[in-house]
T-cell receptor, first 114, second 109 residues
Framework: ETGVTQSPTHLIKTRGQQVTLRCSSQ?????VSWYQQALGQGPQFIFQYYREEENGRGNFPPRFSGLQFPNYSSELNVNALELDDSALYLC?????????????FGQGTRLTVV | QKEVEQNSGPLSVPEGAIASLNCTYS??????FFWYRQYSGKSPELIMFIYSNGDKEDGRFTAQLNKASQYVSLLIRDSQPSDSATYLC?????????FGTGTSLTVIP
């Protein structure tokens, strides 16, 4: 049990819709990063938030956006959903503002786009 | 060329044997290296990380890093059936974190 919680655990959306995924970081951690993991693939880095600011972004289009709140919890928003967005979405929390520390993952949100 | 490459396996070893998992990375500027274990349908869990050349041991696990060869490995001694999982190598390069596709390990009782 890492102390990182994500909601919801499963979600089905229709192509073109918008979705919001949520993550509560582990106590004492101020950094949250988001990943997309397609079936049979490794996680792909979407972006990272440190003290409410985005401070790193992977190769994802602008329709993937995020937010971090003063309590360091975070949201991932995806607009104009596409079928290829179907994946396991993982958030990881860490401390220190960089990824150069241990990052602990939540259980993930399984998103299916139909 | 992918940032992080792993042999997808599957790798099978008998119980009690040493399992050796390998990973190569493309960017010489990469600064930190991580091994995660992922059971089917679950999220990755951190096994260990390494920053400096050489070996780092933690219980039955040893991570090895060779920056000149851009190579990271994970050795699992006395492998147990509960070690059967997918092992993900992750590399920190700049401010981005890259994962390999993972190596599937099966430990045969």
């Amino acid at each position: 049990e890492t102390g990182v919680t994500q909601s919801p655990t499963h979600l089905i959306k229709t192509r073109g819709q918008q979705v919001t995924l949520r993550c509560s970081s582990q106590s004492g951690h101020n950094t949250v990063s988001w990943y997309q993991q397609a079936l049979g693939q490794g996680p792909q880095f979407i972006f990272q938030y440190y003290r409410e600011e985005e401070n790193g972004r992977g190769n994802f289009p602008p329709r993937f956006s995020g937010l971090q709140f003063p309590n360091y919890s975070s949201e991932l928003n995806v607009n104009a959903l596409e079928l290829d967005d179907s994946a396991l979405y993982l958030c990881a929390s860490s401390s220190g503002g960089t990824l150069n520390t241990e990052a602990f993952f939540g259980q993930g949100t399984r998103l299916t786009v139909v | 060329q992918k940032e992080v490459e792993q042999n997808s396996g599957p790798l099978s070893v008998p119980e009690g044997a040493i399992a050796s998992l390998n990973c190569t990375y493309s960017d010489r500027g990469s600064q930190s290296f991580f091994w995660y274990r992922q059971y089917s349908g679950k999220s990755p869990e951190l096994i260990m990380f390494i920053y400096s050349n050489g070996d780092k041991e933690d219980g039955r696990f040893t991570a090895q890093l060779n920056k000149a060869s851009q190579y990271v490995s994970l050795l699992i001694r006395d492998s147990q059936p509960s070690d059967s999982a997918t092992y993900l190598c992750a590399v920190l390069t700049g401010n981005q974190f890259y994962f390999g596709t993972g190596t599937s390990l099966t430990v045969i009782p």
